[in-house]
């Protein structure tokens, strides 16, 4: 084998649980997983998710509910923020609690009678930015009521919306004080969910045709003039008539 092809496949993963059982049985399920997952113990403790080891971690594994009786949806939105790709695993089983942490950009929601058949796949899945839809998620995805539109969060709508308005990237990030791999993430994020309701979107013209259907931003808008005299690098284009 030849060097550095182990570490180019390796994944990280912080999980961020204070049951220590549960913490406990996905480390065994990662160490047997092959090629195993390295696993970090955050014992429920979000700063680790922030500084130290578990900075490093490509996905995190969230309990949605570590203060019992009080799902956390607000920390999930922050960890979604700030770039982190994550795989919630809760002990709710309702759609409604399903679909909301999709909505706020979880790559993943398992409850957690759901084993390492499927919370293994979903973590090798999140590492690399892509969906996976365990039993429980394809219940509540079939009584979703919009199945044609994506469900964006207000970051992923911003970030978007920032995209089409600028020439690059990093124009982006400095703009909303975030970094170019950020910005990466949340567009990634935003093509995985079209992707999902049929509506692929794989160039930036592409999302331009989505964003447009869906009302996320306006031909005016679009076309507006950018401070440096271009138009949001975007040529004009016709209602009704995607941009190429």
Known sequence: MAAGSVAEHAITAVIVDDHAAIAAGVRSWCENALPPIELIDAEGRLADVWTGSGAIADVVIFDLELVPGNPDFGELRRLVDSGRRVVVYSQHADDVTALKCIDLGALAYLTKSEGPEHLVPAIRAAAQAEPY????????????????????????????????????????????????????????????????????????????????????????????????????????????????
């Open 133 to 244: 839809t365990a039993p429980s998620l394809s219940g509540a995805l079939v009584v979703d009521d919009a199945p044609g539109r994506p469900r964006l969060s207000p970051r992923e709508t911003q970030v978007l919306r920032a995209w089409f308005a600028s020439s690059s990237k990093e124009l982006v990030a400095a703009k909303l004080h975030i970094t170019v791999k950020t910005v990466d993430t949340h567009i990634t994020r935003v093509r995985v969910k079209y992707a999902d309701v049929g509506r692929r979107a794989r160039t930036k013209s592409d999302l331009v045709s989505r964003a447009l259907e869906d009302g996320l931003i306006t031909l005016a808008e679009l076309n507006r003039p950018t401070p440096s005299g271009t138009f949001a690098g975007h040529r004009a284009v016709e209602p009704g008539r995607p941009p190429s």
